[in-house]
């Protein structure tokens, strides 16, 4: 036997990469990608579309593999939500940013709740009911980026990174990105020793912002290998933001590398839809877990005035500054730099309660621990705000075993033409 052979087996298997099969498509599954089966073999299939029989071509998995991942390289039979794909890029091999530019509008979202259903029903044991709506702002689903991070290649061009790789793509354009962020010339501009580089594009200063990220310089044996890394957190600056609730409008400072919703109408969407299901009143004491640099701090601080109070807490200490400065005109405000798990345990131990609670965590979600500490502060009510409905799931699962039951869910459509979803859920304590 072969050294070669003896790695695959060892490593579970011979590779089954550039194999083809024709397979009939099954349902839509988290990712991006639909389920299919070839000879019980379990196939994670991307650009195709529930109902459809293509061609799939392995690109990664071998004999054995609980599952193998590939691309739909031929269609044979197209489903009636398939349209022509509008950026030559969305294809096999080439960028992976986008997972549905080959689906209708219409399509998508119908895809992505089935998303949400099925990670609910698999995860939370619950049945919901949702429609993914669109988020005012985008051209027919395209244009909408206002923050993109381009891959830098060895010769210095910035590009997009392919699927679950590495490699760097070169190039014209990104349909989903804003007008702002290509005219910026970031595709035009050689970047010798650059990493990557972000491009905002957002409401001040006029001209898009340009962030160059450096390579990380060689580790010595005389440091830790993190000490050669760029501070990519205190890169770039400062933006402006804007964000609405109805004729009230709010105005933020926001690091240039720091978390805002990148679609254009999502802030102002998400911060009417969060203060109308939380209903928030004057002498509320809210918790803003998550709080970035408080899109949704400033307008509850107002809310709950004069009696009031909101507490904002967020890991990342440069967004505690931004928010700070953006809601320093309020004294009802306090914000506290802090891992929320940590923070909430120290509010615990104090015998400190809530009213209410908003919660914005990061794609891995809030997890048991949080769920559990937060259900012991008692707000009457919590508003989660997710980016990933399985992540929310579990949380919602978490929540129910501290006396919280889901009271409703919507969800938006803030990423067209990628798999992702916003959704923002409502928890209250369920009567004994």
């Not at 073999?41 to 650009?47: D, E, K, L, P």
């Not at 986008?98 to 998508?108: G, K, M, N, V, Y």
């Not at 910026?184 to 409401?203: H, Y």
């Amino acid at each position: 036997m072969s050294a070669r052979r003896t790695r695959e087996r060892a490593a579970g298997g011979e590779s089954l990469v550039g194999q083809q099969w024709t397979v009939d498509v099954g349902p839509v599954a988290h990712g991006g990608h639909c389920v299919a089966r070839h000879e019980g073999q379990v196939i994670f299939v991307r650009h195709t579309l529930p109902g459809e029989r293509v061609v799939a071509r392995v690109t990664e998995g071998r004999v054995g593999d609980n599952f193998v991942r590939a691309d739909a390289v031929e269609v044979l039979e197209a489903a009636p939500g398939r349209v022509e794909r509008p950026c030559p890029y969305a294809v096999p091999g080439q960028c992976g940013g986008c997972d549905f530019q080959h689906a209708s509008l219409e399509t998508q979202r119908a895809l992505k709740a089935d998303v949400v259903r099925e990670q609910f029903a698999r995860i939370a044991k619950t049945d919901v009911s949702v429609e993914v709506r669109p988020v005012p702002g985008d051209d027919e689903g395209l244009r909408w980026r206002t923050r993109v991070e381009f891959a830098v290649d060895p010769s210095g061009r910035a590009g997009l990174r392919g699927h679950r790789s590495r490699d760097v793509v070169a190039v014209d354009d990104c349909l989903i990105a804003t007008r702002g962020v290509i005219d910026s010339g970031v595709l035009d501009t050689e970047w010798p020793d650059v990493e990557s580089v972000d491009v905002v594009d957002a409401a001040h200063p006029d001209e898009p912002v340009l962030v160059p990220v450096p390579v990380p310089a060689p580790s010595s044996a005389a440091a830790p290998a993190t000490k050669g890394r760029p501070d990519r957190e205190n890169t770039g600056g400062l933006v402006g933001e804007r964000a609405r609730d109805g004729d009230w409008e709010g105005e933020y400072v926001v690091a240039a590398r720091g978390f805002w919703q990148v679609h254009p109408g999502a802030a102002s969407t998400f911060l009417s839809r969060v203060v109308a299901l939380l209903g928030a009143e004057p002498g509320d004491r809210v918790l803003d877990l998550y709080a970035g640099a408080g899109l949704f701090t400033l307008r509850l601080g107002e809310l709950v005035a004069p009696d009031g109070f909101v507490l904002g807490v967020e890991g990342d200490a440069r967004a505690v500054q931004n928010g700070i400065g953006n809601t320093e005109h309020l004294e009802n405000v306090e914000w506290r730099a802090n891992r929320v798990d940590r923070e909430l345990r120290s509010l615990v131990s104090q015998g400190i309660s809530a009213d209410l609670a908003v919660l914005d965590p990061p794609r891995t979600g809030a997890g048991k621990d949080v769920m559990a500490q937060l259900a012991l502060l008692a707000p009457r009510r919590v508003v989660y705000v997710a980016c990933d409905p399985s992540a929310l799931a579990r949380d919602v699962k978490a929540a129910g075993e501290h006396g919280y039951g889901l009271v409703s869910l919507e969800a938006w459509d803030a990423f067209p033409m990628t798999h992702h979803v916003e959704c923002i859920a409502v928890l209250e304590p369920v009567a004994a």
